[in-house]
């Protein structure tokens, strides 16, 4: 694997590989250790577009691995006086550039970076418009292993894949990156995915989607947690991509299609707890009530707290010749 742009290109072994180093990795944050496997590298953060969580936890597992890291953000930048992307990253790779996070508000902008021959260093998709967010859709794989672990009982996750798991992905999947790769990764590690929104927030493609992937699809989210989920991811609502009235307002939406205080109260009835996810970040009293938000069985900060991890297990992998089992050895720290 030269770079990460999606989901979709893992094989089980190899996403059970990055989950399996992500856990080593959340025990190497969890004791305040580095690993200074990147020392000599710079990694460049090459931002387009606004985010808080994924920058930082790249910013942060970057630095507990030893690289030296250059940000760049689109405002402030030459991008105003018509730079363009190939010329943005050949200036950034002859400062120095060992490897590029991109995010980018259009679809298809990493690959284009990765596969254009302008430069040939790793390239690793930090979302790009609505088409993928793979280090988003990893880092849900870990939290879910995880909760599947302490439920079943098991030490520890690690050569665990998500089979038996039931997930629904709930609400705004037609903008949704992170609705995308998790398909794709969940799919291949086994659990059954199902998409729960209105049919005006549905891709047209999801027709293809049912049959490569198995994927349910359901427009009544009580039916939907009447097949007893282990997991509901709910979605940003996106208003910042909507250019046209998706549902007749806020409040609608909500009482058909938000996780609403109700609706956590049936989920919490069910004899296994429920994990709660949402990629962040959250509208609250929209698409996810404060109760489920804030409840024990959220996985939010979890999540957040994973997503550092997982970036140092792909950093790690993509730019070492390290394998994990030379990690585990303790030869790398
Ligand atoms: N989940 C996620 O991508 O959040 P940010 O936009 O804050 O990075």
């Known amino acids: 694997m030269k770079h990460l742009l999606d989901t979709r290109e893992l094989t089980r072994e190899e996403a059970i590989e990055i989950l399996d180093v992500a856990d080593y990795m959340a025990q190497v944050k969890a004791e305040n250790r580095t690993l200074n496997v990147l020392n000599g590298k710079t990694v460049v953060n090459l931002f387009f577009e606004d985010s808080t969580r994924t920058r930082l936890s790249f910013e942060s597992a970057e630095k507990r691995l030893g690289a030296a890291v250059t940000n760049f953000s689109a405002s402030g930048s030459s991008l ?17 550039a060992d490897a590029f996070v991109i995010r980018h508000s259009a679809s298809g902008a990493p690959q284009r970076l990765a596969e254009a021959g302008w430069t040939d260093i790793p390239v690793l998709n930090a979302g790009d418009g609505t088409h993928a967010h793979p280090t988003q859709a990893l880092l849900d794989a870990v939290s879910l ?7 079943d009982g098991l030490d ?5 894949d998500l089979s038996g798991m039931r997930v629904l992905i709930v609400g705004d999947i037609l903008h949704s990156r992170v609705a995308r790769s998790n398909l794709w990764l969940l799919h291949t590690l086994g659990a059954q995915v199902a998409f729960v929104a209105p049919p005006t927030l549905l891709p047209l493609n999801t027709a293809s989607w049912v049959e490569e992937a198995g994927l ?10 009447a097949t007893k989920p282990d997991a509901v991811m709910l979605l940003r609502i996106q208003k910042e991509r909507m250019r046209a009235a998706y549902f007749p307002s806020a409040e609608e939406y909500t009482e058909l299609w938000g996780l609403t205080a109700e609706r956590f109260a049936t989920l919490q009835a069910q004899p296994q707890p429920v994990a709660i996810l949402h990629p962040g970040p959250m509208n609250r009293g929209l ?5 489920a938000a804030d409840a024990t069985n959220s996985w939010v ?10 970036r140092m297990a792909v950093l790690y ?13 303790g030869d790398e720290s």
Do not use: M, W
């Not at 698409?287 to 109760?291: A, D, G, L, M, R």
């Open 216 to 225: 349910e699809i359901f427009h009544d989210f009580d039916e939907a947690i």
């Open 145 to 151: 292993r995880q909760y599947k672990a302490e439920r």
């Open 317 to 329: 992998l993509l730019l070492t010749d390290g394998s994990s089992a030379k990690l585990y050895a």
């Open 80 to 96: 105003s006086k018509g730079e363009s992307l190939k010329d943005t990253a050949q200036t950034l790779k002859a400062i120095g």
């Open 156 to 160: 520890s996750p690690r050569g665990t």
């Open 301 to 310: 900060l979890r999540q957040v707290s994973n997503g550092v991890a997982l």
């Open 287 to 291: 698409e996810i009530c404060t109760e």
